[in-house]
Every structure is written in structure tokens, then in C-alpha cells.
């Protein structure tokens, strides 16, 4: 069973930084990306960014262009979102997910139904 262990949310200011981790495990864990989706009250689940793991190759949300990264650590199955100049609009509850195969349709990586394992989520909550 593949785990995924979201950390480093929290409280922060408008303008301040953040960085996630999601810390993947599972005995024969590997995935073709991982992305990161956030939630905020009363609005659905949006997309925000993702990155294949081999290759490194990102995608973003126009909202987060720009602001935040995403990158990887093969060695440690571990993926970060590094968020800068955040806007009180970034509050939501953010989550990892995984893909295992390779997408037949490389758009739909911007689907959260096409990912395969979820973490449990770390709240991101921006102060204006």
C-alpha cells in the first residue's frame, strides 16, 4: 500500500513563504508524476501543480505561476511546494497525489481523477 505524508503547512502572511513535503512510501512505490491539489471552504478541489518523475518536467496553475515551484528528491520519494508571495486567495487545504502510469493524454495530468493516491491533506491558511 503507498502512503503519501503531507507537512510544513500553516499560518502566514500575506507575502510570506511556505514550503510543503510529501513524503511518499510504499514497498514498491513509483509513479510517473505527483502533483499537488489544494481545497478551499466551499469551492472544489483546483489543481496546482504537477511534475513527472522522471524527466522533472513541471506544470502549473496560472494562479501559482511564478510563485510557487515544485520539485523532487528520487532518492527520498519525496516531492515540495515552495510557495512564495502568498496571497490570502492560496488558504486552502493542500494535497499530494500520485500517478502510477504514464498518461495516454498528457493534459489530463491537470485532472485530479487521474491520480491514484492521495495524502491526507496540510492546511495552508494566508493572513492579509
Known amino acids: 500500500q503507498v502512503q503519501l505524508v503531507e507537512s510544513g503547512g500553516g499560518l502566514v502572511q500575506a507575502g510570506g513563504s511556505l514550503r510543503l513535503s510529501c513524503a511518499a512510501s510504499?514497498?514498491?512505490?513509483?509513479?510517473?508524476?505527483m502533483g499537488w491539489f489544494r481545497q478551499a471552504p466551499g469551492k472544489e478541489r483546483e489543481f496546482v501543480t504537477a511534475i513527472l518523475w522522471s524527466g522533472g518536467v513541471t506544470y502549473y496553475a496560472d494562479s501559482v505561476k511564478g510563485r510557487f515551484t515544485i520539485s523532487r528528491d528520487n532518492a527520498k520519494n519525496t516531492v515540495y511546494l515552495q510557495m512564495n508571495n502568498l496571497k490570502p486567495e492560496d488558504t486552502a487545504v493542500y494535497y499530494c497525489?500520485?500517478?502510477?502510469?504514464?498518461?495516454?493524454?498528457?493534459?489530463?495530468?491537470?485532472?485530479?481523477?487521474?491520480?491514484?493516491?492521495w495524502g491526507q491533506g496540510t492546511q495552508v491558511t494566508v493572513s492579509s
Open positions: 497525489a500520485a500517478r502510477r502510469e504514464r498518461l495516454r493524454i498528457p493534459s489530463l495530468i491537470f485532472s485530479g481523477n487521474q491520480y491514484d493516491y
Open positions: 510504499g514497498r514498491t512505490f513509483s509513479s510517473y508524476a
